[in-house]
């Protein structure tokens, strides 16, 4: 059991792995939700930007993107709601980057894997010792 302090009010609360607020902010959360999915279900709204539904609802941006992430919204029924990327904020379907930032990633850390065995390998040479035999017999 934690105890932790609300990120909406700071009040104290008991989180669980299913609320990371207090009963007050989820029944907030909650409200919201149903006024987001009101808005979206219409059919004159699915394809409303992130803006718009922000606009129109009133509801904060991070909220929204807080039920895209938690499976609450599913961006598939929804074409024009995305979240955005983690590194560069583009707007994405799912996971936590783009396939520009997912990619440069990829790209920094083999660079970094090749960088760390050719400083091994390096080592290796440099580690090497060589005997003179002063002894001849």
Not at 97 to 110: A, H, M
């Amino acid at each position: 059991m934690d105890i932790s302090n609300c990120p909406s009010c700071n009040s104290l609360f008991v989180m669980t792995k299913f609320r990371d607020v207090c009963d007050a902010c989820h029944k907030e959360e909650e409200a919201n939700y149903d006024k987001v999915y009101a808005y979206i279900r219409k059919k004159i709204n699915r394809t409303a930007s992130m803006m718009q539904v922000v606009n129109d609802t009133g509801v904060e941006e991070m909220l929204i993107i807080k039920f895209v992430k938690t499976g609450k919204l599913r961006i598939s029924q929804f074409p024009n709601l995305g979240i955005p990327c983690e590194k560069c904020g583009t707007p994405i379907k799912s996971g936590r980057l783009c396939g520009n930032c997912s990619d440069s990633l990829r790209t920094d850390l083999q660079e970094f894997e090749d960088e760390e065995r050719r400083k091994a390998f390096g080592n290796e040479k440099k580690n090497t010792y060589y005997m003179k035999d002063d002894q001849k017999g």
